[in-house]
């Protein structure tokens, strides 16, 4: 039951960052806004998870993994319902901040209590169960967001999360044993404070590539702040005796190549459904309902992942899988620049179901190989560092995307968005993936060993 429950949390948060996207116009109509300021209800939870995730790890250690994930829960569900209620464009920032926090909260100690509770030897088949969560996200938010805004109201995009989170909090209860950290680290403010302002400028700089909401020198002011307080941070982790972010995790090869060499893949989870959005939709004309039909294949993909990874890696071994995976996964996104007016459907489906099913293969892989040789009581740390790098990761693909639509466009002395632009973004996107071969590369042949082996028996 247990990553079925943390499945419930990070579908719940992955859902809610991509639905309100489709849900803006909507929503500035009925508070007298424009779409263009409502973004603010975008990202406001972004900046609140990128802030908030770096304490969750410490939280988890002092305050109980249990207690904090059952309260994490309890303030999404009480967020989301206050967000279908709010009156006024502050009202919905506020709530949208408090959702924030839950979800950086919610997450990454709900993947302490797996990490905790789980055997090491049965953490494949977890990680390929909550891996499918994280992709349906991002692929079902947009088409359910225009279903719900078309037949229903704007307020049922926050208000699906409450059956979810009263789910999740009687599962919680019923099935979850309380852990905690017996020597109860104190907070490290200092250090806190430095990742939580680096971070945010950070994520904000990427989103800002990705939507244009900011001139060009405000995104280079926020990219140099954020690299200095990172930097700042860096050098304060190095002489704090529990720094609120471990870096000394990098140390464990298995655990700095996956965090690499993964953050390169997931360019794949923050770029590709912005690059279809823009490609169905504006290059296609397709409605957001239609082009959300089609890119659902890539969530039918991932679900018949969780049965093939553990048999495909128990077989092939991690090292072999990430390489040869990592150019396939590169390949189907690319294949995506092949899609024209003319392509037909069926044959869009296929590209995007099979790209789908390789790229949760990557992730599951790298997702398990990542906590391969963390020792349990290091796990907390674990959590909060993957969490962290996955947030950055995800958001600078769609930055990366972004730019490229941005340079093709500058290319050819234009200033509006064409097919063979967007086309440029699958390639760029393809290639990064394809690189993260490179960090796999290094991984020894008996890379997550540790992971294979049943109690009492030899590695």
């Known amino acids: 039951m ?105 997450v990454p100690v709900g993947r302490v209590i797996l990490l905790r509770t789980v055997p090491k030897h049965e953490l494949l088949r977890a990680m390929a169960f909550l891996s499918i969560p994280a992709l349906l996200g991002p692929v079902i938010g947009p088409p359910l967001g225009g279903f719900l805004v078309t037949y229903a109201s704007w307020h049922w995009i926050f208000l699906i999360n409450i059956p979810i989170g009263v789910l999740g909090i009687f599962l919680v209860l019923r099935h979850v044993q309380e852990i905690r950290d017996a020597s109860r680290p104190r907070l490290d403010l200092y250090g806190f404070v430095l990742s939580a302002v680096s971070l945010a400028a950070l994520v904000t700089a990427f989103e800002a590539l990705g939507h244009g909401s900011l001139p060009g020198p405000a995104v280079l002011a926020l990219l140099a702040a954020g690299l200095l307080c990172g930097a700042l941070y860096v050098r304060h982790a190095r002489r704090a005796e529990q720094p609120i972010i471990d870096l000394s995790l990098m140390r464990l090869p298995s655990f700095s190549i996956s965090t690499l060499g993964g953050n390169l893949c997931r360019f794949a989870v923050g770029g590709t459904p912005f690059l279809l959005v823009m490609l169905l939709q504006v290059g296609f004309g397709m409605t957001p309902f239609a082009a959300g039909l089609v890119t659902f294949a890539g969530a039918a993909g991932a679900l018949m992942m969780k049965f093939a990874a553990p048999p495909l890696l128990r077989a092939l071994g991690y090292r072999r899988v990430l390489l040869g995976n990592a150019l396939l996964t590169g390949a189907f996104i690319m294949a995506c620049a092949l899609f024209t007016p003319d392509t037909p ?39 909060t560092f993957s969490a962290m790098a996955q947030q950055l990761g995800i958001s600078l693909g769609v930055g990366v995307a972004a730019v490229t639509l941005n340079l093709s466009m500058a290319w050819r002395g234009a200033t509006q968005l064409q097919v063979r632009d967007v086309l440029a973004g699958f390639i760029v996107i393809g290639l990064a993936c394809m690189l993260s071969a490179l960090s796999f590369r290094r991984l020894p042949a008996d890379a997550g060993a540790s992971l294979q082996a049943r109690p009492g028996k030899e590695d």
């Open 2 to 106: 247990i990553p079925f429950i943390v499945g419930c949390a990070l579908f719940m948060q992955m859902l809610d960052a991509t639905v309100v996207a489709t849900a803006l116009p909507a929503m500035a109509a009925a508070l007298g806004s424009t779409p263009v300021r409502l973004n603010v209800a975008i990202t406001s939870y972004l900046l609140a998870v990128a802030v908030f995730v770096p304490v969750s790890g410490w939280a988890a250690d002092r305050y109980g993994a249990r207690r904090v994930f059952l309260w994490a829960i309890a303030l999404f569900t009480l967020a989301s319902v206050a967000c279908a209620f709010s009156q006024s464009v502050p009202q919905l920032i506020a709530a949208r901040v408090a959702q924030g926090m839950a979800g950086a909260m919610m």
């Open 345 to 383: 459907a069926w044959l869009m489906i296929a590209v995007l179901l099979a790209g789908g099913f390789f790229r949760s293969l990557q992730f599951t892989a790298v997702n398990t190989l990542a906590y391969a040789d963390v020792a349990p009581e290091r796990m907390s740390a674990a959590s």
